[in-house]
């Protein structure tokens, strides 16, 4: 199946990132379906894109028509039966290697096309844990977009031992000629490129601020005033999510064992907490609940 070919896609997961996916590729023209744990997580997805869409409109960044068009072709779903037609699915869940390998058991089973490719958004989990989880571990790639999604150019592909070269150009070609997105390529290795180069500079960050050697405001004030940075590393940690962030970390450390990729304490009671960042309202720093990270 070629890239250009792929007109059907499933996301599993309709939170930030998995509704952000959904809402790219209904804005490409695609037939969208987004299955959730739960009817309300469901609605709650539509709900996402639907306000997500209507922003676009607002700063003039698309027409209400081609708005209203988008959000016609998502279909949200609880039932991983209604992905069985998919040529394409995307696997947008907490990152959680359990949890993921236990989606791709599912979509194994539910997607009916041996040729379907199934692809996880996974930032840093291993690739291969999850195609292994499968009867088809050649046709199971990562591709991992960025957040915001819809503003975000960049899409990682990252290639497993198994991915066969067919589903490796497929996926390049959807994301680039269908998406419009911009690719890199990565091997499966935890981090993937930006994640293995970006993780270790957000933790020094937070490890400076835990020592007390300066504030989280002027680390960052000092990133962007001193670097060109358009973000400082604490504000983009909080935009990211610190449990997102502590979840990479760990996957980093688990691979490499080294010391720049061990989840600093402050992290980890932050995420304990219950502070992740931008959407909960506080993590390094304060934020009104509805501001958006665009």
Same mark, same amino acid.
């Given at each position: 199946?070629?890239?250009?070919?792929?007109?059907?896609?499933?996301?599993?997961?309709?939170?930030?990132?998995?509704?952000?996916?959904?809402?790219?590729?209904?804005?490409?023209?695609?037939?969208?379906?987004?299955?959730?744990?739960? %009817?309300? #997580? &469901? +609605?709650? *997805?539509?709900? $996402?894109?639907? =306000?997500?869409? !209507?922003? /676009?409109?607002?700063?003039?960044?698309?027409? %209400?028509? #081609? &708005? +209203?068009? *988008?959000?016609? $072709?998502?279909? =949200?779903?609880? !039932?991983? /039966?209604?992905?069985?037609?998919?040529?394409?699915?995307?696997? &947008?869940?907490?990152?959680?290697?359990?949890?993921?390998?236990?989606?791709?058991?599912?979509?194994d089973k539910a997607?009916?096309?041996?040729?379907?490719?199934?692809?996880?958004?996974?930032?840093?989990?291993?690739?291969?844990?999850?195609?292994?989880?499968?009867?088809?571990?050649?046709?199971?790639?990562?591709?991992?977009?960025?957040?915001?999604?819809?503003?975000?150019?960049?899409?990682?592909?990252?290639?497993?031992?198994?991915?066969?070269?067919?589903?490796?150009?497929?996926?390049?070609?959807?994301?680039?000629?269908?998406?419009?997105?911009?690719?890199?390529?990565?091997?499966?290795?935890?981090?993937f490129v930006v994640?293995?180069?970006?993780?270790?500079?957000?933790?020094?960050?937070?490890?400076?601020?835990?020592?007390?050697?300066?504030?989280?405001?002027?680390?960052?004030?000092?990133?962007?005033?001193?670097?060109?940075h358009p973000m400082?590393?604490?504000?983009?940690?909080?935009?990211?999510?610190?449990?997102?962030?502590?979840?990479?970390?760990?996957?980093?450390?688990?691979?490499?064992?080294?010391?720049?990729?061990?989840?600093?304490?402050?992290?980890?009671?932050?995420?304990?907490?219950?502070?992740?960042?931008?959407?909960?309202?506080?993590?390094?720093?304060?934020?009104?609940?509805?501001?958006?990270?665009?």
């Open positions: 199946m070629s890239g250009a070919g792929i007109r059907r896609v499933g996301i599993v997961g309709g939170g930030q990132m998995g509704a952000g996916i959904a809402e790219v590729c209904a804005r490409a023209g695609l037939d969208t379906i987004v299955c959730e744990a739960t %009817r309300q #997580a &469901a +609605e709650a *997805a539509h709900r $996402r894109i639907r =306000v997500s869409l !209507e922003r /676009a409109v607002q700063r003039g960044k698309l027409g %209400r028509p #081609a &708005a +209203e068009t *988008a959000l016609e $072709r998502v279909t =949200v779903t609880s !039932e991983p /039966a209604d992905l069985a037609d998919r040529q394409l699915v995307v696997e &947008a869940v907490v990152e959680d290697a359990a949890a993921k390998a236990e989606v791709f058991t599912v979509l997607v009916d096309d041996p040729r379907a490719i199934l692809a996880t958004n996974t930032s840093s989990l291993p690739v291969m844990r999850l195609g292994m989880a499968t009867g088809r571990a050649d046709r199971v790639v990562g591709l991992h977009f960025f957040n915001p999604v819809p503003v975000l150019p960049l899409v990682e592909v990252v290639t497993t031992l198994h991915t066969s070269t067919a589903t490796a150009t497929a996926v390049h070609d959807f994301a680039t000629r269908t998406l419009g997105k911009t690719v890199i390529r990565s091997t499966d290795r935890a981090g994640n293995a180069l970006l993780i270790p500079y957000l933790l020094s960050a937070i490890r400076m601020t835990e020592s007390g050697f300066a504030s989280a405001a002027d680390v960052d004030r000092g990133m962007e005033l001193g670097c060109a400082g590393p604490l504000r983009l940690a909080d935009l990211i999510g610190l449990d997102t962030v502590a979840s990479i970390a760990e996957s980093l450390y688990e691979e490499f064992k080294e010391p720049l990729h061990a989840p600093p304490p402050l992290l980890l009671r932050m995420v304990e907490a219950g502070l992740l960042g931008r959407k909960t309202g506080r993590g390094f720093h304060v934020y009104d609940r509805g501001e958006e990270p665009r």
